[in-house]
């Protein structure tokens, strides 16, 4: 049995450099494709489309055209015909009163019994765990000045009672907390990078999930490219001792696997 494994080993690292340059090969090919085809388009008619502000006119080539057309879908038509009984600018309402009481803390009524909150790494918790893991944070005593930066709010056209925003924030931690993990002021500030983040909703106006912390570019920010309470915590010299709330680490496994990629494509190109 372990020769047989041993066999095996060298088999599946072939099969994976095969397929490196397989892909390789593919992702050349489309670019050349790509780069062929944006050629030719900068030679098609071009054609005059009035921008939404109504100040600035804007030129969109026929391809450009087609790629809205094939590929960017109609919101506004698809909410139009959502069946779901909220209006989008009223679920944004309620998405932005659930935020205003603390996320549904303060006043629980928001949240519907079969709510859940699900983060990157934390979760899924429902009601009551999440009720009591947020309500005993005492996170606003430990950074008076928090702002988590909420903007882009919008209704999903594919999930029309799900509202999705985008959050930044920063703070100071200059006061102590209840939290151990915040017991004493360390002067330290963190700011965030940009995060996405949604809230589900039932037909009768109660959340039914909330997910926040999903980074959208790890190089922002000082928080080392993690989201939530580990990139907080990270930024304030205090990071947890598991790889969750680590930053993002290449693997020697990975890097072994692009050194030998790379080797390969330069015997190829000789």
Request: include cysteine.
């Amino acid at each position: 049995e372990m020769a047989r494994s041993t066999a095996r080993g060298p088999r599946v690292l072939l099969s994976c450099l095969a397929l490196y340059v397989l892909l390789q090969e593919q992702l050349q090919q489309l670019l050349g494709s790509a780069f062929l085809s944006s050629r030719s388009a900068a030679r098609a008619p071009r054609v005059h489309v009035q921008a939404e502000a109504g100040t600035a006119v804007l030129e969109q080539d026929e391809k450009v055209l087609a790629f809205e057309k094939e590929s960017v879908v109609d919101e506004a038509q698809m909410l139009a015909e959502s069946k779901f009984p909220i209006a989008p600018a009223e679920l944004i309402a309620k998405a932005k009163q659930f935020l205003a009481y603390d996320q549904g803390v303060s006043k629980p009524e928001l949240l519907a019994e079969d709510f859940e909150f699900a983060g990157p790494v934390v979760g899924p918790l429902r009601k009551d765990g999440y009720l009591k893991a947020v309500g005993g944070f005492d996170f606003t005593s430990a950074f008076p000045d928090a702002n988590p930066e909420f903007h882009h709010f919008r209704v999903d056209p594919f999930e029309p009672n799900r509202v999705w925003m985008t959050a930044r924030g920063r703070g100071t931690n200059t006061g102590s907390s209840k939290s151990p993990l915040f017991a004493k002021p360390t002067g330290k500030a963190y700011v965030n990078p940009p995060m996405a983040c949604s809230l589900k909703f039932d037909e009768q106006g109660e959340a039914t999930q909330y997910t926040i912390g999903y980074v959208m570019d790890r190089r922002v920010g000082n928080t080392g490219g993690l989201g939530g309470i580990y990139g907080i915590l990270y930024a304030m010299g205090k990071p947890l001792p598991f790889p969750e709330a680590q930053p993002w680490k290449m693997s020697l496994r990975y890097k072994f696997f692009l050194k030998l990629g790379n080797f390969l494509q330069k015997l190829k190109k000789d």
